[in-house]
């Protein structure tokens, strides 16, 4: 018996299969692709809009106004471009990222249930930080599940390390934000700036071809 013999011709082809698929973000989701540069803008303008309802003393629906508003606008985009997908075959055994985001939202909505009569001994700027920093929290969670669920969908390991970048710079701005004074006056602008510059960062690195 030869050593060819021994070889599994139909994993060795599922498995090239695979292989051949591997492939970034860039590649299969063309257009999608863009969404880093738009909502790094959309990011932008919206925390803008929280850092002037806390700087120019404006009520405090200005933060859900601005949020709501600017991410809507990010929303339609995607769905604009949705039929664009280059969206490969799955099964059940596939992670449902929705089921994964409504997991990370409930646990937030269970967080901020628990924590809202605490707030009412928080300074205005303390209490819109601390609401802040939470979302921002489940926010960056959220990046790291997605960059562990692009595995199973065969996305290349640097596409999936900007996720878990972004994921972890997030949950470590939630942590600090609290604490620090200038973040407590300013965090809302800085994180904007800041996730700007990590979008543009991601857009230029990801849409090179070997990602260096």
Known sequence: MTETDDVDVDAL???IAQIKEAMGLHE?????FRLWLVYGLLVLLA?????AVVTFDLPGWGHAASWFGFMGLGALYSWYVGEDYNHPETGDDYPDTGVQFLGIAGYLVVVLAVVTPTLETLTPLEESATLFALVIGAV?????VQASTLKAYRIRARDRYTFYAGGLGMLAYAAVMVHVPLLLEWGYAIF??????YGI???MYLATEDGE
């Open 140 to 144: 960056g969670a959220t990046y790291v």
């Open 13 to 15: 082809e599922r498995d």
């Open 28 to 32: 299969r989701y063309p257009t999608q």
């Open 201 to 203: 960062a991601a857009y």
């Open 47 to 51: 925390s803008f809009g929280s850092q």
């Open 192 to 197: 904007g700036v800041g996730y700007a510059a």
